[in-house]
């Protein structure tokens, strides 16, 4: 019995040993599969804030060489960094024109063929054209009272052609009503048929014709009055640009420049559709011209067939009424082939007073494009340089933007010049609590002159920074071996304070919920004491090279996480570099 106890005894402690022992080494393999942290303790005390910015010496101002015309160097006749004295040659251009003064020479060369060519077209005199380029041709309101006035005689014209045809059937009627002839008409009735056939079929062509005319003819006067339209609104701009008193400013010269550029561009636009309804009527105009000769020539046949059967009805009647109607009828035909004559010569008429109206208006327009142009090429032939460009003022080139064989648009900056007896300076941006840590006429220290030139940087402005509001821009007057281009990193700022939570600023992390400290946060287990990290949000108050001074949900004698081996998560449990 006593061996038995004995035997469970040793049994139980040896269970409790191994127990312990492996209790111990999966403690310890644990242990060792965190990620290790080292820490430091929240302190107080002070910091010395300092703000530092690089950036490179620029100069406070300068002067930009440019030219108002597109040429090719030739020579660069300085280097950068010379000294220049007002007069000395700093280019030298290819000796030909510039690109401006050539597209000009050939937009004034087409200008003119199409001037000549809508001259010669339009068939106008001498003393027309003369008239034209003196700029008396007739007012808008004269072109258009002229196209009125013709469109109406056309109507007149068609009204008196409707009236004598309207006669005429009605004087055959009255002698289809009185004729007791017994002669045959057969063959004067077919051909009244065979002419009312052909005539009937006229009409239909000249229906159609009229279709397809109509809009087009429609589209052509909208378009001639858009036309004159703009050529009026265009005169009357370049006439408000040309009479500006020499009191003008540039702002009223530019708006009445636009003004004319705008009108310009409408009369182009309106002067391509004219063209174009113009083409389309010229298309059309035959056919219906056509169209409209053999409805009036079958109109003319039909009428004579008529009068040659009422003739030959009348043969054997011999009343005086008869002999009346038939004398009526001569008169009344007669009559209708006058307003037929009539109306063929309103409507030629009416197609030249279009024809010229829209002649005169193309010529206008072509011979104001070429004088504007002639005028263009004269400007940029007076204000051509020459082949050397100099110096306007006395300093030293910073920069050359171009070289030999390049070719320079107006208004590129071909060089730079520091002015004499200019100062340099060295900005750099910082944020709006570094700024208040500044005063204009602080000095700078200068942290990388690593050859120990003579120079010195004195705080000279402090600006909102242009591209982030919540910056200021820090201004350094840099005196001394200098030259723009040189790269400087200047520190500023000897102020202490002191600050009651400090931290090491390796200690501070950031995320998108803004910037936050991991603290240690220790728990006792039977084991022995765990620990894991825990965040706090922090705001930073300024900060030296090694330490920040920090707001936030602290007591002071926390143990702040600074490096870790391995990434970490919040309240994710770690192990101490000193265990």
Do not use: H
């Given at each position: 019995?006593?061996?038995?106890?004995?035997?469970i005894?040793?049994?139980?402690?040896?269970?409790?040993?191994?127990?312990?022992?492996?209790?111990?080494?999966?403690n310890?393999?644990?242990?060792?599969?965190?990620?290790?942290?080292?820490?430091?303790?929240?302190?107080?005390?002070?910091?010395?804030?300092?703000?530092r910015?690089?950036?490179?010496?620029?100069a406070?101002?300068?002067?930009?060489?440019?030219?108002e015309?597109?040429?090719k160097?030739?020579?660069?006749?300085?280097?950068?960094?010379a000294?220049?004295?007002?007069?000395?040659?700093?280019?030298?251009?290819?000796?030909?024109?510039?690109d401006?003064?050539?597209?000009?020479?050939?937009s004034?060369?087409?200008?003119?063929?199409?001037?000549?060519?809508?001259?010669?077209?339009?068939?106008?005199?001498?003393?027309?054209?003369?008239?034209?380029?003196?700029?008396?041709?007739?007012?808008?309101?004269?072109?258009?009272?002229e196209?009125?006035?013709?469109?109406?005689?056309?109507?007149?014209?068609?009204?008196?052609?409707?009236?004598?045809?309207?006669?005429?059937?009605?004087?055959?009627?009255?002698?289809?009503?009185?004729?007791?002839?017994?002669?045959?008409?057969?063959?004067?009735?077919?051909?009244?048929?065979?002419?009312?056939?052909?005539?009937?079929?006229?009409?239909?062509?000249?229906?159609s014709?009229?279709?397809?005319?109509?809009?087009?003819k429609?589209?052509?006067?909208?378009a001639?009055?858009?036309?004159?339209?703009?050529?009026?609104?265009?005169?009357?701009?370049k006439?408000?640009?040309?009479?500006?008193?020499?009191?003008?400013?540039?702002?009223?010269?530019?708006?009445?420049?636009t003004?004319?550029?705008?009108?310009?561009?409408?009369?182009?636009?309106?002067?391509?559709?004219?063209?174009?309804?113009?083409?389309?009527?010229?298309?059309?105009?035959?056919?219906?011209?056509?169209?409209?000769?053999?409805a009036?020539?079958?109109?003319?046949?039909?009428?004579?067939?008529?009068?040659?059967?009422?003739?030959?009805?009348?043969?054997?009647?011999?009343?005086?009424e008869?002999n009346n109607?038939?004398?009526q009828?001569?008169?009344?035909?007669?009559?209708?082939?006058d307003?037929?004559?009539?109306?063929?010569?309103?409507?030629?008429?009416q197609?030249?007073?279009?024809?010229?109206?829209?002649?005169?208006?193309?010529?206008?327009?072509?011979?104001?494009?070429?004088t504007?142009?002639?005028?263009?090429?004269?400007?940029?032939?007076?204000?051509?340089?020459?082949?050397e460009?100099?110096?306007?003022?006395?300093?030293?080139?910073?920069?050359?933007?171009?070289?030999?064989g390049?070719?320079?648009?107006?208004?590129?900056?071909?060089?730079?010049?520091?002015?004499?007896?200019k100062?340099y300076?060295?900005?750099?941006?910082?944020?709006?609590?570094?700024?208040?840590?500044?005063?204009?006429?602080?000095?700078?220290?200068i942290?990388?002159?690593?050859?120990?030139?003579?120079?010195?940087?004195v705080?000279?402005?402090?600006?909102k920074?242009?591209q982030?509001?919540?910056?200021?821009?820090?201004?350094?007057?840099?005196?001394?071996?200098?030259?723009?281009?040189?790269?400087?990193?200047?520190?500023?700022?000897?102020?202490?304070?002191?600050?009651?939570?400090?931290?090491p600023?390796?200690?501070?992390?950031?995320?998108?919920?803004?910037?936050?400290?991991?603290i240690?946060?220790?728990?006792?287990?039977?084991?022995?004491?765990?620990?894991?990290?825990?965040?706090?949000d922090?705001d930073v108050?300024?900060?030296?090279?090694t330490?920040?001074?920090?707001?936030?949900?602290?007591?002071?004698?926390e143990?702040?996480?600074?490096?870790?081996?391995?990434?970490?998560?919040?309240?994710?449990q770690?192990?101490?570099?000193?265990?």
């Amino acid at each position: 019995m006593t061996d038995r106890k004995d035997k469970i005894k040793n049994i139980t402690i040896i269970f409790l040993l191994v127990m312990l022992i492996l209790t111990f080494f999966s403690n310890t393999i644990m242990n060792y599969s965190l990620v290790e942290v080292s820490t430091q303790q929240v302190t107080s005390g002070q910091i010395t804030s300092k703000v530092r910015g690089s950036g490179s010496v620029e100069a406070s101002e300068s002067y930009s060489v440019t030219i108002e015309e597109t040429r090719k160097i030739a020579t660069v006749n300085v280097k950068k960094d010379a000294e220049v004295a007002t007069g000395d040659l700093l280019f030298t251009l290819e000796d030909t024109d510039s690109d401006e003064l050539d597209a000009a020479k050939k937009s004034l060369n087409e200008a003119q063929a199409a001037y000549e060519s809508a001259v010669l077209t339009a068939g106008i005199t001498v003393a027309e054209r003369q008239s034209i380029e003196a700029g008396k041709g007739s007012s808008l309101t004269q072109k258009q009272n002229e196209i009125a006035a013709a469109n109406q005689r056309v109507k007149d014209a068609q009204a008196a052609v409707d009236a004598a045809q309207a006669s005429v059937d009605k004087i055959k009627a009255q002698i289809d009503a009185v004729s007791n002839s017994t002669t045959d008409t057969t063959a004067e009735e077919k051909a009244v048929l065979d002419a009312e056939k052909k005539n009937s079929e006229a009409q239909d062509s000249l229906t159609s014709a009229e279709s397809a005319y109509t809009p087009v003819k429609s589209a052509y006067d909208t378009a001639l009055s858009g036309l004159q339209s703009a050529q009026s609104t265009y005169d009357e701009a370049k006439t408000a640009y040309d009479n500006l008193p020499s009191t003008a400013t540039e702002a009223d010269k530019q708006t009445a420049k636009t003004s004319v550029a705008i009108a310009e561009t409408k009369l182009k636009a309106a002067k391509a559709t004219y063209d174009a309804r113009k083409d389309d009527l010229n298309k059309v105009q035959g056919s219906y011209d056509s169209a409209k000769s053999a409805a009036t020539d079958s109109k003319n046949a039909l009428s004579n067939a008529n009068y040659n059967l009422s003739v030959k009805k009348l043969t054997g009647t011999n009343t005086a009424e008869a002999n009346n109607l038939q004398a009526q009828l001569n008169t009344a035909t007669a009559a209708l082939t006058d307003a037929n004559t009539a109306l063929t010569s309103a409507t030629n008429d009416q197609k030249k007073v279009t024809d010229k109206i829209s002649g005169e208006v193309t010529i206008a327009s072509a011979y104001k494009t070429m004088t504007d142009l002639q005028e263009e090429v004269a400007k940029l032939q007076a204000k051509s340089i020459g082949t050397e460009i100099t110096s306007p003022i006395s300093g030293t080139v910073t920069d050359i933007a171009v070289t030999a064989g390049t070719t320079v648009n107006a208004n590129d900056v071909m060089m730079t010049i520091q002015p004499e007896n200019k100062a340099y300076v060295l900005q750099f941006s910082v944020t709006e609590n570094q700024a208040k840590k500044v005063r204009v006429g602080d000095t700078a220290e200068i942290l990388n002159n690593w050859y120990g030139n003579d120079v010195s940087a004195v705080v000279s402005a402090i600006r909102k920074d242009p591209q982030n509001r919540t910056n200021s821009i820090i201004i350094c007057e840099m005196k001394g071996d200098v030259s723009v281009g040189d790269s400087y990193t200047l520190s500023i700022g000897e102020q202490s304070s002191n600050y009651d939570t400090i931290v090491p600023t390796s200690a501070i992390r950031e995320d998108s919920n803004g910037k936050f400290i991991l603290i240690i946060e220790s728990k006792s287990t039977p084991l022995g004491n765990r620990y894991y990290a825990r965040r706090v949000d922090v705001d930073v108050i300024t900060s030296d090279d090694t330490k920040s001074a920090v707001t936030g949900a602290l007591e002071g004698y926390e143990y702040v996480i600074t490096t870790t081996t391995k990434p970490i998560k919040e309240n994710e449990q770690v192990r101490l570099a000193s265990e």
